[in-house]
Structure formats: structure tokens, C-alpha cells
T-cell receptor, first 112, second 113 residues
Framework: DGGITQSPKYLFRKEGQNVTLSCEQN?????MYWYRQDPGQGLRLIYY???????QKGDIAEGYSVSREKKESFPLTVTSAQKNPTAFYLC???????????FGSGTRLTVV | DAKTTQPTSMDCAEGRAANLPCNHS???????VYWYRQIHSQGPQYIIH???NNETNEMASLIITEDRKSSTLILPHATLRDTAVYYC??????????????FGTGTSLTVIP
């Protein structure tokens, strides 16, 4: 079955460490996105990519980095520069303009 | 970008229709209205979208007013599994920021047994 997979589901990180969240899709979607969600709040866009080897900053890109070397994969690295990284991270993909999103099940990151 | 306004929370009795309103008074002609829902600690799920005409699928109906300044998502027979946060989104089309969806805080729907 086609879908979008995020791993791991839960992740713990010590302060000062970088951590990478995985996002893989087999939907043949061109565009991929990373969102962050804090308790009781909506989703905020971190980064997005419309095609391979290209990506753009969203509203809250500081402290995060991404790569898009393959169409299927869009990993997100939470760097030590991110001051408040504890959150629920959601990855999504779409065919692009005029199409809706398919979301993954999310990764809950906790800094300990 | 058009903004949307939704009530913070709503209750609905199980088996009854749930009508979730959304105001989008600044919507422009080429912007679609999308609805997603998010069950606790899961990724949002697409429900339905529309431009001008009313739309219906196996999950819900979308009623858009003639002036397109508001819409209503209708879950015809709400079940306990429909308890979720519902997001009404107006999609930014053709901007240089890509095909983004702006998710606000949505409406928290609680279906009561």
C-alpha cells in the first residue's frame, strides 16, 4: 500500500545533540513538507520541497535543516541551535499544486 | 492569504449530524476550501475540498455559500470516532511560497454518547 512513513514514533534527545527524523513516501509525490505542532496549537511549517534537490524555508526554519536527495525521502535534522525542540513533528507529501496533503503519523521528540 | 475563523470547540450527540462552520471572508476567486481532521497524536487526515459547488464524499459534505465567504462541513451521522480537531483551510494558490496549507487551531469536536 502506498503511504508516508515517519520514524521513529518517539524520540528522546539530550540537550546539545543533533537528531534526524526520517520521512519516506512511496506515493510518487513531488512535494514534501515538515510541520511542527506544539500542545493545543496548530501546525507550523518548517521546510518544504517541491522537487528533488530543492527546498525552501517555511515560517520557523531556524534551528532545523533538511535535504532532498531522493524523491521518496525528506529527512529533517533538529540541530542544537533549536532552542525549544520538544514537539510533535509531522511530515506530509503531495503531488503539488492543486492537490491535498497526505500526512505521516508523526514523531514526538522530547529533549531530556 | 485568506484566513479562516472557526469556533474553538463543539459538541455533538452520537448519531446526529455535526455541522462545523468556517468563515473565510477574504477568500479570493482561485482559492479552494479544504477540510482536514486530526485525531489526537496522529497526522491530519484529508476529508474534503471544494471551490464553489457543494461537495459530498463518503466521509462528509461541504456546503459553500454563494459568496464563498463561509462554509460548513457536515458529518451526517457522527460517531465517537469522529471526535477530533477539524481544520478549515484556504489553500494559497500560485504564490511563491509553494503549495502550502496554513493550519490554525481548528475546531475541537467532541461526539457525546
Amino acid at each position: 500500500d502506498g503511504g508516508i512513513t515517519q520514524s521513529p514514533k518517539y524520540l528522546f534527545r539530550k540537550e546539545g545533540q543533533n537528531v534526524t527524523l526520517s520521512c519516506e513516501q512511496n506515493l510518487n509525490h513531488d512535494a514534501m513538507y515538515w510541520y511542527r505542532q506544539d500542545p493545543g496549537q496548530g501546525l507550523r511549517l518548517i521546510y518544504y520541497s517541491q522537487i528533488v534537490n530543492d527546498f525552501q524555508k517555511g515560517d520557523i526554519a531556524e534551528g532545523y535543516s533538511v535535504s532532498r536527495e531522493k524523491k521518496e525521502s525528506f529527512p529533517l535534522t533538529v540541530t542544537s541551535a533549536q532552542k525549544n525542540p520538544t514537539a510533535f513533528y509531522l511530515c506530509a507529501s503531495s503531488f503539488g499544486v492543486n492537490y491535498g496533503y497526505t500526512f505521516g503519523s508523526g514523531t514526538r521528540l522530547t529533549v531530556v | 492569504d485568506a484566513k479562516t475563523t472557526q469556533p474553538t470547540s463543539m459538541d455533538c450527540a452520537e448519531g446526529r449530524a455535526a455541522n462545523l462552520p468556517c468563515n473565510h471572508s477574504t477568500i479570493s476567486g482561485n482559492e479552494y476550501v479544504y477540510w482536514y481532521r486530526q485525531i489526537h497524536s496522529q497526522g491530519p487526515q484529508y476529508i474534503i475540498h471544494g471551490l464553489k459547488n457543494n461537495e459530498t464524499n463518503e466521509m462528509a459534505s461541504l456546503i459553500i455559500t454563494e459568496d464563498r465567504k463561509s462554509s460548513t462541513l457536515i458529518l451526517p451521522h457522527a460517531t465517537l470516532r469522529d471526535t477530533a480537531v477539524y481544520y478549515c483551510i484556504v489553500r494559497v494558490a500560485g504564490s511563491n511560497t509553494g503549495n502550502q496549507f496554513y493550519f490554525g487551531t481548528g475546531t475541537s469536536l467532541t461526539v457525546i454518547p
